[in-house]
């Protein structure tokens, strides 16, 4: 038997059931999560390793790529879109998500607006933007919803039961030029990213924690390129999660999202019980 034989079947047995699923059904697969698309050259650290079944890995495929398509187009780093990488992102965003991609790259009166006062912000004409419209959110909220599911299991040891659920906020560029995006520095621990020796995926993914023993979950901050924010909350009893206005994501429930075709924005405000 070979080491990556033996090595899988290893980590089979420490990690039996998905944890994308409440744990329900067993782990097939291993699933990195942010996953390779996001990093430039399709390279990453071999952390953050997460046990799924076939039908929790494949289902946020599509939507991994319009989110790292968004966050990998910034006011910010020209170098971003330079990679040798960023012409494949762009063409598999357009083959897989035509309706999405359309709406990213059309002319809006808005966007016009937005860029205006961008453009003033920074003082310069040297930025990249993509519309961050309504079926993009939907994308975002997908990754958003597997990533908490992720953090919940890494951070927490066990997967976010199905009685449980996570909630999701999304930040982009346009919010940190126009200092829209959430300030909760006060509520976390230091900003730590994906390591492997003395590799890591700082400037590319980071992220930081608080976690809430009083109700089984977490508070946790992404940053991805330095521009797109998730916030996300995750508790095992999904009632106190509860909000007519933010939707709760529940595990093993992706699929209906993956499907939804009516878009929505989300809102959340932060709960004061969590503890640093």
């Given at each position: 038997m070979g080491a990556g034989k033996k090595r899988k079947e290893r980590f089979f047995r420490q990690h039996p059931y998905c944890c994308f699923c409440g744990g329900i059904?067993?782990?097939e697969t291993e699933d990195h999560v942010p996953s390779r698309v996001f990093f430039i050259k399709r390279s990453r650290p071999d952390d953050f390793v997460f046990p799924a079944c076939k039908s929790c890995n494949s289902i946020s495929s599509k939507s991994e790529q319009v989110t790292a398509?968004?966050?990998?187009t910034s006011y910010q780093s020209e170098q971003i879109v330079d990679a040798p990488d960023f012409c494949k992102l762009v063409q598999a965003v357009h083959n897989n998500s035509k309706g999405t991609f359309q709406e990213m790259v059309g002319p809006?009166?808005?966007d016009k607006i937005i860029?205006?006062?961008?453009?003033?912000a920074l003082g310069s004409d040297d930025f990249h933007l993509l519309t961050f419209g309504s079926n993009a959110r939907m994308h975002c909220q997908l990754f958003g919803a597997k990533l908490a599911f992720a953090?919940?299991?890494?951070f927490l040891g066990r997967p976010l039961p199905t009685d449980g659920g996570a909630i999701v906020s999304?930040?982009?560029q346009v919010d940190f030029a126009l200092n829209r995006a959430p300030h909760l520095e006060i509520a976390f621990n230091d900003i730590e990213s994906l390591r492997q020796g003395k590799w890591n995926s700082e400037g590319q993914?980071?992220?930081r924690m608080s976690l809430a023993t009083d109700f089984e979950g977490g508070l946790f901050q992404a940053f991805f390129h330095k521009n797109l924010l998730f916030t996300l909350i995750t508790s095992a009893d999904g009632s106190k999660l509860l909000n007519e206005d933010v939707p709760v994501h529940v595990p093993g429930e992706l699929k209906p999202v993956a499907e939804a075709i009516d878009p929505y924005r989300i809102t959340a405000?932060?709960?004061?019980?969590f503890a640093k």
């Open positions: 059904r067993l782990a398509l968004l966050s990998r809006r009166t808005g860029k205006r006062q961008i453009r003033a953090f919940h299991y890494k999304i930040h982009n993914f980071e992220y405000t932060i709960s004061g019980r």
